[in-house]
T-cell receptor, first 118, second 114 residues
Framework: AQKVTQAQTEISVVEKEDVTLDCVYE???????LFWYKQPPSGELVFLIR??????QNEISGRYSWNFQKSTSSFNFTITASQVVDSAVYFC???????????????FGTGTQLKVEL | DAGVIQSPRHEVTEMGQEVTLRCKPI?????LFWYRQTMMRGLELLIY????????DSGMPEDRFSAKMPNASFSTLKIQPSEPRDSAVYFC????????????FGSGTQLSVL
C-alpha cells in the first residue's frame, strides 16, 4: 500500500527565510508519481509539481525547488526567500502506476501548515 | 477556460436530510474524482470515474453515500441520510488521463450537518 508522511505539522518562519517541507513516501511499485499541491487560506488545491519515479533530477521554478531522492524515499520542497503569500497548507501526494490495481489513486500526506510572518 | 465547477459552495443541513453535491469537470477530461477533507482524516479519495464509469468506490464511507456520473459533464455525490460526522469539505477534481497526471480541483463544497 502507498503511504505519504509529512512529519512537520506546522512551520513558522519570518519573511525572506528559506524553508524546507519534508515528504517521505512508501510504495511497492517501481513506477510511481509524486506531487506537491498548495492549499491557500481560500481553500482550493493548486497543483505545484509532478515528478515520475524515473526522473530524479531536482527542479527549480522561481523561488521553489524540489529535491527527489529515491535512496531515502523523499521528495522535499524548498521555498527560498519566503513571502507572506506563501502561507498555506502544502500537501505531498503519491500515485502508483495507472495499470496497477489501485493505480490512478492519489494518496495525500497530512499536509504542512506554513506560516510566513513579517 | 472554466475550471472544475462545484455547487453549492456551502451547504448547511440538519441531520437526516438528503444532501446532493454537484460537479462539472473540465471539458475533455476523462477522469473525475471525489475527495473529502476533514481535520481528522485529511484528504481522502471517496470514488473516481473513468469515462463516466465508477472505477473504484472503496473510499465511500458507507451505504449512505452514493455517486453518479450520468454524462461526461456532470457528477453528483449524494448523502442520504446525512449525519454530523459527514461535515467536511468535499472536493471534486478532474484530469485528462487519470491520477498519474495533475488533478484540477474545484473550489470545494463546505458541508455542515447540524
Amino acid at each position: 500500500a502507498q503511504k505519504v508522511t509529512q512529519a512537520q505539522t506546522e512551520i513558522s518562519v519570518v519573511e525572506k527565510e528559506d524553508v524546507t517541507l519534508d515528504c517521505v513516501y512508501e510504495t511497492r511499485d517501481t513506477t510511481y508519481y509524486l506531487f506537491w499541491y498548495k492549499q491557500p487560506p481560500s481553500g482550493e488545491l493548486v497543483f505545484l509539481i509532478r515528478r515520475n519515479s524515473f526522473d530524479e533530477q531536482n527542479e527549480i521554478s522561481g523561488r521553489y525547488s524540489w529535491n527527489f531522492q529515491k535512496s531515502t524515499s523523499s521528495f522535499n520542497f524548498t521555498i527560498t526567500a519566503s513571502q507572506v503569500v506563501d502561507s498555506a497548507v502544502y500537501f505531498c501526494a503519491l500515485s502508483e502506476a495507472a495499470w496497477r490495481r489501485g493505480g490512478n489513486k492519489l494518496t495525500f500526506g497530512t499536509g504542512t501548515q506554513l506560516k510566513v510572518e513579517l | 477556460d472554466a475550471g472544475v465547477i462545484q455547487s453549492p459552495r456551502h451547504e448547511v443541513t440538519e441531520m437526516g436530510q438528503e444532501v446532493t453535491l454537484r460537479c462539472k469537470p473540465i471539458s475533455g477530461h476523462d477522469y473525475l474524482f471525489w475527495y473529502r477533507q476533514t481535520m481528522m482524516r485529511g484528504l481522502e479519495l471517496l470514488i473516481y470515474f473513468n469515462n463516466n464509469v465508477p472505477i473504484d468506490d472503496s473510499g465511500m464511507p458507507e451505504d449512505r453515500f452514493s455517486a453518479k456520473m450520468p454524462n461526461a459533464s456532470f457528477s453528483t455525490l449524494k448523502i442520504q441520510p446525512s449525519e454530523p460526522r459527514d461535515s467536511a469539505v468535499y472536493f471534486c477534481a478532474s484530469s485528462p488521463s487519470g491520477g498519474n497526471e495533475k488533478l484540477f480541483f474545484g473550489s470545494g463544497t463546505q458541508l455542515s450537518v447540524l
